[in-house]
């Protein structure tokens, strides 16, 4: 049974970094074709996928983070990070982590890649504010 948990500070000041791991459980985050994502939900709005770990440890990461988050992996204890930076109070959320798998699609404009989540951690819930 595969299961991930969050953790990570409740509260976060304005311009400073959210830190946050999942730990997984049940599945090893090196295996082949798992992609290992971070989301999140703010209040009232959709889900948001923020960005993925692979099973090589190749990232991928939403546009609409503009170069703020970085995703890193430790596979010593199976487990992977967030680190977004220069938050706002735009950034208060239920963050998520999660696992899946990518789906890669041809169009006429390029190659573009989706993620299909599987398995959910609960979630966790930052706020941004001063």
């Known amino acids: 049974q595969v299961q991930l948990q969050e953790s990570g500070p409740d509260l976060v000041k304005p311009s400073q970094t959210i830190s946050l791991t999942c730990v997984v459980s049940g599945a090893d985050i090196t295996a082949t074709y798992n992609y290992w994502s971070w989301l999140r939900q703010p209040p009232g709005k959709e889900l948001e996928w923020m960005g993925a770990?692979?099973?090589?440890?190749?990232?991928d990461y939403s546009p609409s983070l503009k170069g703020r988050a970085t995703i890193a992996r430790d596979t010593s204890v199976n487990q992977f990070s967030l680190q977004l930076r220069s938050v706002t109070p735009e950034d208060t959320a239920v963050y998520f982590c999660?696992?899946?798998?990518?789906?890669?699609?041809?169009?006429?404009?390029?190659?573009?890649?989706?993620?299909?989540?599987?398995?959910w951690g609960q979630g966790t819930q930052v706020t941004v504010s001063s």
């Open positions: 999660a696992m899946g798998k990518r789906i890669t699609t041809l169009q006429a404009t390029g190659i573009t890649h989706s993620y299909e989540q599987t398995n």
């Open positions: 770990i692979d099973y090589d440890g190749a990232t």
